[in-house]
């Protein structure tokens, strides 16, 4: 909880304005798809960029997956902030904490 509200002060000091997902599953009785913050970009075709905020070494991606198969037509990029090195997989960019300000 700390590490997302770190981040979330970074991506407010860089004008960005923040907004969270969640879908509850009503078979599941539960969230099936939580995104930490999405950002907005563009002027005239907005797109949507979902990004997850892992402080862990071992992580899931499973909701950033679920979600950008479910918008792909919306999303412009996703991201992941964690505490390892710069990568990219699946067309995910996992960014570490430091570059945060560059979203």
Do not use: W
Request: glycine share 8%; proline share 3%.
């Amino acid at each position: 909880m700390l590490f997302e509200n770190a981040i979330a002060q970074i991506l407010t000091a860089s004008g960005h304005k923040l907004f969270f997902y969640t879908h509850y599953n009503e078979e599941k009785h539960r969230n099936d798809i939580e995104i930490d913050f999405l950002i907005g970009g563009g002027k005239i075709k907005p797109k949507l960029y979902p990004i997850e905020v892992k402080s862990g070494k071992r992580y899931t991606t499973g909701s950033l997956r679920r979600f950008t198969d479910k918008y792909s037509a919306r999303i412009g990029g996703a991201y992941i902030v964690h505490s390892k090195n710069l990568t990219v997989t699946d067309g995910v960019v996992c960014l570490p904490a430091y570059m945060a300000h560059l979203l």
